[in-house]
């Protein structure tokens, strides 16, 4: 399947003076999202935690992460953003799309709205 992009901003809150915004490869394989830890850094989001991640060779690292709100195809969410290496291409993670309503249609390598989002 080829790659898909999303714009994607990156913010404390609705009424943040600075933000981040880039394209940002959705992978449905990874949990959360990540961005340049400096990018983060210039919009004012603070690191909360830090957590074990396992990359895509089997390694584990670990990451700092804060908390932020993610919007993209005029939805908005909040939630976990990993504070990635400064050469670190963005990522949108499985929990921000599911979390709006929004899957991977891998026939068509497209982002899809889901009618209704299952609380079930």
Sequence with gaps: MGMIHVTTVLRTNQDAAAWYEADFL?????????AP????????????GRMAYE???????EYD???????????????RVIFGPD???PILG???LESVGILVD???RTLKRMPAIPLK
Excluded: N, Q, W, Y
């Excluded at 959705?26 to 990540?34: E, F, G, H, R, Y």
């Excluded at 830890?37 to 909360?48: C, N, S, V």
């Design 87 to 89: 050469s670190a291409a």
């Design 94 to 96: 499985v929990t921000a």
């Design 65 to 79: 992460f804060g908390l932020a709100e993610i919007e993209f195809m005029g939805e908005v969410t909040s939630g």
């Design 37 to 48: 830890a400096r990018e983060l850094e210039k919009a004012g989001i603070k690191r909360r």
């Design 55 to 61: 990359l895509a060779d089997g390694s584990t690292t």
């Design 106 to 108: 891998p026939a068509h």
């Design 26 to 34: 959705v992978d449905t394989v990874a949990t959360d999202s990540m």
